[in-house]
């Protein structure tokens, strides 16, 4: 690279940033997905367990709460560093990212189970159904209609959080941003840029979140 | 492999990081003050019936609250650079800790306030209340309590995301921590009590607001 | 035929059922009346297993529903049981609120079990309603869903616990009808209820209980017209007035 040191931004960087671009979309899907399985899970044990039990999975979530993303990213990547066995930087944020997200998804979910009237749940029973055809069929949609806003309230944030997997050098939107802005010195262009590609994939959900609220409140 | 860990020196920089500790409080604190006063400005401004007034308010909310926080600060340190506006780190992450602070907040007042209903002030006004009692004595003691526990949670947030301090080189809690960490190459160690620090703060700031929501609001909630 | 025998329940310390006994055979159908608390609708959660008891014992069919080895879910298939609350699951059709169960339950064919729940739903009037969601309708169309859907299970015997209670009175005539409907069909049904001249008009026998026994327990024309104990005596001029 004989030329200059700084070059202006050109399509031929569309590549780079729509790598950066598909990275976040990718990363974002993984941990809302297992986010979502291992919640739901983790919600029901919630909603179902007795208090030892609970008090001991509260507290593990409470935890995966209570410390910034950024801190358990920078110490999980250390600590499998450190142990022998480092990860991709892909592989541990998606550990990471979901496990946060599996925090915030299981209180949605337990609140989702909660909300289910126990009549309801013995209608089931009356019918013939086994316990878990009343988990099924009638509290896991039931519920899971009633939590709908807030999933999609946790999903957005991932999203969102999913900017910080680039502090383990998982090549995600503002890193790839990041390392164009220190080439072509145009911060406020390639951050405009950022700013929006979040936006337009937010602000709709968004909306969309706040008209099914509306809807259910009727 | 085997990781021998060594706690001393952690232990040896406990003040440097007690002081992290202070500037995430601080820190945090003032953006939630400050975010808690724009925020009433921009809830009665969206509330308004005229676009002047609400359209600006709602453009703040909607991208403080559909962009990342780290865009918000990269934005503050990077982007005004580009313009000749040159932020400290702290300041930085301050103006993006209000802004989004701001951004939750408004839509928290404005739902706060919807949520009372009319009656409310209808029955008041029945009873020969001038409009400011009205406000002082019944509305808002009703909506302090709605907007009570999101606000808490909100404090919370920025707490937790004025970590990303980290990334701009400041001096908070995680920033000393990075710092202090490259000195001695005990990463785990050091983040380890950091990690440990932030889950105190955030208990403590939990448990003390619902005592004090217990002591506000006897009865119900 | 469902015998009950001997049947004591306590909730912890509460004492509800003490020592209820009880036959009710195939085609009958019986009214269990009372003053609220005095455990009749526990009675009926108790004979579809719902909930467990402390001694005694109840037979349905030669099955006793509280014996250890006890399929009950298999035993409720032939209990059906409308509820006080309508019950009715929010996040399905009305069609698919009443084949459900037969789908899961007994594993029928999805267009069998439509077939028998469109028979039920149309045999309690509901026929317009199909694709209807439960919430958009009045509470003694949801009623009458909820007796359908335990209707499309085929049971041997219906439990009605106080399924007017929560309707507006003007609802209150529609549901009925459908139990009157039921029971002219010849259905076995025990209907806990304070329709007293309701209970007088389709009812075989009627139990009056008080204080978790069985009071007294007759032709409604000796419970209700000529009562021989004084609390149900009591109890009917407080209602009846």
């Known amino acids: 690279m004989g030329m200059s040191l700084f070059t202006p931004l050109s399509w031929n960087d569309s590549g780079f940033i729509l790598t950066g671009v598909l990275n976040t979309v990718y990363i974002s899907l993984v941990a809302i997905t297992i986010g979502t399985v291992l919640g739901l899970a983790v919600g029901f044990l919630r909603a179902e367990s007795n208090r030892v039990t609970n008090t001991l999975l509260g507290g593990v979530l409470d935890i995966l709460r209570s410390v910034p993303l950024i801190i358990q990213l920078i110490l999980f990547s250390t600590y499998i560093g450190a142990m022998g066995h480092p990860l991709n930087p892909f592989a541990a944020g998606s550990i990471v990212l979901s496990l946060y997200t599996m925090a915030f998804m299981g209180e949605v979910f337990r609140g989702g189970f909660e909300s289910v009237p126990q009549s309801m749940v013995v209608a089931g029973r009356s019918l013939g159904m086994s316990y878990w055809q009343t988990v099924l069929y009638i509290r896991l949609p039931i519920g899971m209609r009633a939590v709908f806003p807030s999933w999609l309230g946790v999903a957005l944030s991932v999203i969102k959080d999913s900017a910080l997997v680039s502090v383990i050098g998982y090549m995600e939107l503002l890193r790839t941003s990041e390392q164009l802005i220190s080439r072509t010195q145009q911060p406020l262009e390639i951050l405009l840029g950022v700013g929006l590609f979040y936006f337009i994939i937010s602000y709709p959900l968004s909306l969309y979140g706040k008209y099914v609220e509306r809807k259910m409140a009727i | ?221 | 035929m469902i015998k009950i025998q001997g049947v004591y329940k306590s909730f912890d310390e509460l004492e509800v059922l003490k020592g209820v006994d009880l036959d009710v055979k195939k085609g009958e159908v019986i009214s269990v009346i009372g003053g609220s608390g005095s455990g009749k609708s526990t009675l009926l959660y108790c004979i579809n297993g719902i909930e467990k008891i402390q001694q005694g014992n109840i037979i349905v069919d030669e099955i006793d529903v509280h014996a250890k080895g006890t399929n009950r879910d298999n035993l409720r298939q032939r209990l059906g049981m409308v509820f006080q609350q309508f019950n009715s699951f929010p996040h399905l059709t009305v069609l698919e609120n009443a084949s459900l169960a037969p789908r899961i339950v007994k594993k029928l064919k999805k267009k069998e079990a439509i077939e028998i729940a469109k028979e039920e739903l149309n045999n309690v009037g509901l026929s317009d309603k199909f694709d209807e969601y439960p919430t958009r309708m009045s509470g003694g169309q949801q009623q009458r869903l909820a007796i359908a859907r335990a209707l499309a299970m085929k049971p041997e015997y219906m439990l009605f616990d106080e399924v007017t209670s929560a309707l507006d009175p003007e609802l209150v005539g529609e549901v009925l009808d459908t139990l009157r409907m039921l029971s002219d069909a010849g259905m076995t049904m025990i209907c806990v209820t304070h329709e007293i001249a309701f209970a007088r008009e389709v009812s075989d026998k009627i139990a009056f209980f008080h204080q978790g026994i069985i009071e007294e327990l007759g032709t409604p024309e000796q419970v209700i017209s000529n009562p021989q104990k004084e609390t149900t005596q009591k109890f009917l001029s407080k209602v009846l007035h």
């Open chain 2, 1 to 221: 492999m085997e990781y021998v860990f060594h706690w001393n020196i952690v232990f040896q920089k406990m003040p440097q990081l007690l002081h992290g500790a202070f500037v995430t409080l601080h820190l945090s604190v003032s953006a939630m003050l400050i975010g808690i006063v724009i925020a009433v400005l921009l809830a009665i401004a969206k509330m308004s019936k005229s676009r002047i007034y609400s359209l600006p308010a709602t453009i703040w909310v909607e991208i403080a609250r559909n962009t990342p926080a780290l865009f918000q600060i990269y934005m503050a340190y990077f982007g005004l650079g580009a313009l000749g506006i040159h932020l400290s780190p702290y300041v930085a992450v301050l103006s993006a800790l209000i802004f989004v602070n701001a951004g939750y907040l408004t839509e928290t007042f404005r739902g706060g306030f919807q949520s009372i209903p009319e009656t409310q002030y209808n029955a008041s006004k029945s009873l020969g209340m001038s409009s400011i009692q009205v406000y002082r004595y019944i509305i808002l003691p009703q909506m302090f309590r709605r907007i009570y526990h999101p606000m808490t949670n909100q404090f919370v947030w920025s707490i937790l995301m004025s970590s990303l301090g980290i990334l701009v080189g400041m001096n908070e809690l995680s920033g000393e921590t990075q710092r202090l960490q490259s000195l001695s190459f005990r990463t785990l160690e050091f983040f380890i009590v950091a990690a440990i620090m932030y889950f105190i703060i955030t208990k403590f700031v939990l448990l003390s607001a619902s005592l004090v929501s217990k002591k506000l609001f006897k009865g119900d909630i």
